[in-house]
């Protein structure tokens, strides 16, 4: 079946546009997680959406970024006013409920110039 | 902060020889998973490890697990260059919310 996908794959904005990085999960699976991966670095968490629950927005870096999810499906992570340090993968990931695995999306290779 | 270590952060092996990655975690968790990132893309996971485990094996792969040391070790035998990749360990601390904390990664290379 398909899985998780991201779009764009990538962007290129200048600094101080606001951007958006849009991810869909696989079907049925509940949870929905972003993580940021700077070049050659492991993966930063972001934020996990986890059904109707309230998300866990503990790792968002400042209130420049946001993230929703729509439905219980699609999910849109947006930052404003992007600066250069934004630069970076930007990884969706998705799981199905009491699934311990993760399954990734090919990720949003962002460069704010 | 929960990040794991790898070691080493790169390692050059050739083709045919065995390869093996070390991760080191800071707090008690309820298990350990290994992934495989080609190109700087999407994750692949590889294998899961629970907290009662202490070897797991999964095709050329064998994961190792001690809580008391907390630390982990991957195993890839008979390497291939399509093993090429840069592996992570990531681990779930936290029991009913599955975030996972990942390592800094071990980039491997397989020389043909």
């Known amino acids: 079946g398909a899985g998780v996908s991201q779009s764009p794959s990538n962007k290129v904005t200048e600094k101080g546009k606001d951007v958006e990085l849009r991810c869909d999960p696989i079907?049925?699976?509940?949870?929905l997680y972003w993580y940021r991966q700077s070049l050659g670095q492991g993966l930063e968490f972001l934020i996990y959406f986890q059904g109707n629950s309230a998300p866990d927005k503990s790792g968002l870096p400042s209130d420049r970024f946001s993230a929703e999810r729509t439905g219980g499906s699609v999910s849109t992570l947006t930052i404003q006013r992007t600066q250069q340090e934004d630069s970076a993968v930007y990884l969706c990931a998705s799981s199905s409920p009491g699934q311990e695995t993760q399954y990734f999306g090919p990720g949003t290779r962002l460069l704010v110039l | 902060s929960q990040q794991g270590e790898e070691d080493p952060q790169a390692l050059s092996i050739q083709e045919g020889e065995n390869a093996t990655m070390n991760c080191s975690y800071k707090t008690s968790i309820n298990n350990l998973q290994w992934y495989r990132q080609n190109s700087g893309r999407g994750l692949v996971h590889l294998i899961l490890?629970?907290?009662?485990?202490r070897e797991k094996h999964s095709g050329r792969l064998r994961v190792t697990l001690d809580t008391s040391k907390k630390s982990s070790s991957l195993l890839i035998t008979a390497s291939r260059a399509a093993d090429t990749a840069s592996y992570f360990c990531?681990?779930?601390?936290?029991?009913?919310?599955?975030?996972?904390?990942f390592g800094t990664g071990t980039r491997l290379t397989i020389i043909p």
């Open positions: 079907s049925g699976h509940t949870a």
């Open positions: 990531a681990t779930e601390w936290n029991f009913g919310n599955e975030k996972l904390t």
């Open positions: 490890i629970r907290s009662n485990e």
